[in-house]
């Protein structure tokens, strides 16, 4: 089972950009599939963006497409979400979570290892 760990939320103005990092450990990072998933208070919580294992080949959430970008590093043992143009709606916790399966699912349900979770806050 891999342990993840999210860091890079806060407080930004709308317009403004964020990038979130979530660090892994505990397994082979290369063998999983990463995702994004946001919760808003009294939300279910939400698919953002998927990864693949190599990295190369990603899928947005529409309400952030053209404005979010997901990578990783497997050499760092890191996924990112570079988020830009943000709007007060994208206030949420933002979750990192890992599929087993080399490739991601909008659905929560591959996803068996999740992080603890950063705030985002975007005033307006």
């Known amino acids: 089972q891999v342990q993840l760990v999210e860091s890079g939320g806060g407080l930004v103005q709308a317009g403004g950009s964020l990038r979130l990092s979530c660090a892994a450990s505990?397994?082979?990072?290369?063998?999983?599939?990463m995702a994004w998933f946001r919760q808003a208070p009294g939300k279910e919580r939400e698919f953002v963006a998927t990864?693949?294992?190599?990295?190369?080949?990603?899928t947005y959430a529409e309400s952030v497409k053209g404005r979010f970008t997901i990578s990783r590093d497997n050499a760092k043992n890191t996924v990112y979400l570079q988020m830009t143009s943000l709007k007060p709606e994208d206030t949420a916790v933002y979750y990192c979570?890992?599929?087993?399966?080399?490739?991601?699912?909008?659905?929560?349900?591959?996803?068996?290892?999740w992080g603890q979770g950063t705030q985002v806050t975007v005033s307006s």
């Open positions: 979570a890992a599929s087993s399966y080399k490739f991601g699912s909008s659905s929560r349900i591959p996803y068996t290892s």
């Open positions: 505990g397994s082979t990072f290369s063998n999983y599939a």
């Open positions: 990864i693949n294992w190599s990295g190369g080949y990603t």
